[in-house]
């Protein structure tokens, strides 16, 4: 009786303890799960980095095939689009006729000149032949004559004839030899004419005239237009840049791809993790620490690996690394790069152990990086009461030392999942690479990209200010056309340049000077806005809408303050040579855009344009000719030509050099020039 008392206490205690031992081992197995899968795993957890690579046309073409499916391995260089080449085709077909005929042309203009060359030898050698014959014929007349003077002369002393007959004599012999005594000179004359046309012809036939040098120049023009061609064609065939695989095809065969949309998209990884690192452990971090990873749901040896990337602020992590749905986390987001590439899908998981460094954090003194330096700038920035959302770039130390960075213009590339940004200066000063062509790949969280992309075709580009994109693939960059401080303006200085996209870079196929055509012209300039000339000229903005290109002025202001702003309906005129009336240049608006300089107000001059999906206008502005860092964020809801009423967004104590629609849905990214600081970038909230 007793045993059976205990045995139904036993029983009721373990119905009171159960569901809690239930509980204590449901998350203790969760918690042996999450961090780690037991073996010494970390509980941090990382995904391998994602680069994605839109595939898309630099031209409006129709698409033949697509030779990849969702999900299949691509390499770099293999072919995964091709587009209708017909029309392209045709215009190779017409441009090398066009050469052929050009290569007839030349053919028979140094024929014809030839020809011409020919006859005058030959009508030269044979007035040379005539003038001999007739020398010789003088001769023998005047030494006939001395004879007959003499015969005549003893008759007259014989008194057999009179003196009238000697002097008749006379005069015929002193004529015959005169003539006779000019013909040699008549001959070397006609000699060195024939070895000038003789030199003249060997001239033409290795130098060629002028004609044919014309010729000549539109034959290579033409050539030059067939490369030109031939590779816009290579273009149509889409290719994959680098290992991959497809992650998105958005257009099928048939469907006309208009430039810059994508057709598909391609994302890599593998080489790369980027780690959530809660905010407890992400401050004891640095770069060069070491790393332990193993590949979630694999069991093997932990990869290698080194902390490359550190986020620059501690910030809301994504959604998957959170311990729980409803409960956010906050840290950092750390890139690890791994001793050698894995094969893994982009975006898959891993956990992540991190091996700090057991040196102090306090170290000997050592001279700055330019890259500390910068960060130490934007916390004193911060510190002087900057917004918290205006956040530094991040400049990798390695392009640090080649070239100097400041933003002066940007373009989103949706596409790309970037931006490109143009610097006023490139390359350092104590080098070769000074005014170097290049354009800066961003990321949408202000990392610069560590290798610059290159623009061929030109040597050297200064005071670039603004990058703007056609609606046919095409990019426009343009130089500031102002005076250097030391007075001088050279054509790298003044220079509007159309590239089209070559490789990883960008090749030059338009190139106009602004400033030049302006000098050509007084009248125009004075339409312009520019009755003094461009002496004052100075040209920040730029924008394209509907075919137009639209130049924004820094300085001159016009009498009563208002920033001005050109129209060129016809840009493709410009890069033929064609003066400014014929691309359809005119003074389209007028704009008032001060700034505020230490609390004063001070006239403002546009650093940038950019026309809007909604149909608005976005304009920066900083002072025109003023010192100081300040500078305003306007917008015109319904621009049109003639005066602007703009609404003033937002002011800085900063200079906001460039603006594009930002990469985060409803934003304007802008980013500002701060001198020999850290450049900075705000993506400011935009509603009408």
Same mark, same amino acid.
């Given at each position: ?89 045709a215009e190779i077909a017409v441009a090398e006729a066009e050469k052929a005929q050009l290569e007839a042309d030349v053919r028979a203009s140094e024929a014809e ?175 060069g620490d070491d790393a332990k990873l193993w590949i979630r749901g694999q069991a093997s040896a932990p990869l290698l690996g080194k902390t490359v990337t550190l ?31 894995v094969n893994v899908l982009a975006g898959q998981a891993f956990d992540v152990v991190f091996q700090p460094s057991t040196m102090p954090l306090a170290s000997p ?217 014929? *691309?359809?240049?005119?003074?389209? =608006?007028?704009? #008032? /855009? &001060?700034?505020?300089?230490? $609390?004063?107000? %001070? +006239? ?21 000719? *003023?010192?100081?860092?300040?500078? =305003?964020?306007? #917008? /015109? &809801?319904?621009?049109?030509? $003639?005066?602007? %009423? +703009? ?42």
């Amino acid at each position: 009786m007793k045993s059976t008392k205990t045995v139904y206490r036993l029983q009721a205690a373990l119905q009171r303890v159960a569901p809690g031992l239930c509980l204590v081992s449901t998350l203790g197995a969760a918690a042996w799960l999450h961090f780690g899968e037991g073996g010494g795993r970390g509980h941090i957890v990382g995904f391998a980095e994602t680069t994605p690579e839109a595939i898309a046309p630099i031209e409006v073409a129709k698409i033949v095939a697509v030779h990849v499916h969702v999900g299949d391995a691509v390499t770099p260089g293999q072919i995964v689009v091709e587009l209708d080449t017909a029309a392209i085709d045709a215009e190779i077909a017409v441009a090398e006729a066009e050469k052929a005929q050009l290569e007839a042309d030349v053919r028979a203009s140094e024929a014809e000149i030839l020809q011409k060359l020919d006859m005058d030898l030959a009508s030269l050698e044979r007035e040379a032949a005539k003038q001999r014959e007739e020398h010789l014929q003088v001769t023998a007349t005047a030494k006939a004559l001395d004879s007959e003077l003499a015969r005549v002369k003893q008759l007259v002393e014989d008194r057999q004839v009179v003196f009238e007959e000697l002097a008749k004599v006379d005069l015929e012999r002193t004529a015959a030899a005169a003539l006779a005594a000019e013909k040699p000179r008549t001959l070397n004359l006609l000699t060195k004419q024939i070895k000038a046309a003789e030199a003249r012809r060997k001239a033409v036939k290795q130098e060629g005239s002028a004609t044919a040098d014309k010729l000549a120049a539109d034959l290579r023009f033409a050539e030059r237009n067939i490369e030109l061609l031939k590779k816009r064609r290579e273009a149509y065939m889409l290719r994959a840049s680098r290992p991959g695989r497809v992650a998105a095809i958005f257009k099928r065969p048939g469907e006309v791809a208009v430039a810059g949309d994508p057709v598909l998209n391609i994302v890599s990884g593998g080489a790369r993790v980027v780690a959530c690192v809660p905010e407890r452990v992400a401050l004891g971090l640095r770069e060069g620490d070491d790393a332990k990873l193993w590949i979630r749901g694999q069991a093997s040896a932990p990869l290698l690996g080194k902390t490359v990337t550190l986020g620059p602020v501690v910030a809301e992590l994504p959604i998957r690394c959170w311990t729980a749905p409803n409960r956010p986390t906050w840290g950092r987001e750390v890139t690890v790069e791994l001793e050698g590439a894995v094969n893994v899908l982009a975006g898959q998981a891993f956990d992540v152990v991190f091996q700090p460094s057991t040196m102090p954090l306090a170290s000997p003194p050592v001279a700055p990086t330019k890259a500390a330096t910068n960060a130490a700038n934007v916390n004193a920035a911060h510190a002087a009461n900057l917004p918290a959302s205006v956040l530094p770039m991040m400049l990798p130390d390695a392009l640090a030392k080649r070239t100097r960075f400041e933003p002066s213009g940007i373009l989103a590339r949706e596409a790309e999942g970037r931006y490109l940004v143009v610097s006023d200066d490139t390359g350092q000063k104590d080098k070769d690479t000074e005014g170097a062509p290049w354009v800066f790949g961003m990321s949408k969280d202000g990392a610069i990209e560590p290798e610059p992309l290159q623009v061929d075709g030109i040597d050297e580009v200064s005071d670039v200010e603004a990058i703007v994109a056609g609606d046919a693939g095409e990019i426009y960059l343009l130089s500031s056309q102002s005076y250097s401080k030391r007075g001088k303006r050279k054509p790298a200085r003044t220079a509007l340049l159309r590239l089209r996209k070559e490789g990883r870079g960008f090749r030059v196929d338009g190139e106009a000077h602004i400033a030049e055509l302006l000098d050509a012209d007084p009248a125009q300039a004075a339409a312009l806005g520019l009755p003094n000339g461009t002496r004052a000229l100075d040209i920040e903005g730029l924008a394209y809408r509907g075919g137009s290109l639209y130049f924004g002025l820094k300085a001159p202001l016009d009498a009563q303050g208002n920033a001005m702003i050109w129209q060129v309906t016809a840009p493709s005129a410009l890069f033929a040579s064609k003066p400014l009336a014929s *691309a359809g240049a005119s003074l389209w =608006a007028r704009v #008032r /855009v &001060d700034v505020e300089v230490a $609390g004063k107000p %001070t +006239p403002g001059g546009i650093s940038d344009l950019l026309f809007l999906p909604d149909g608005g206008l976005a304009i920066s502005s900083t002072p025109s000719t *003023a010192d100081g860092d300040a500078g =305003a964020l306007w #917008r /015109v &809801d319904a621009p049109a030509s $003639g005066a602007l %009423t +703009p609404v003033l967004v937002r002011k800085w104590a900063l200079k906001p050099e460039g603006i594009a629609p930002s990469l985060s849905a409803g934003k304007l990214m802008v980013v500002f020039d701060t001198g020999s600081t850290a450049p900075l970038f705000e993506e400011v909230p935009w509603a009408r």
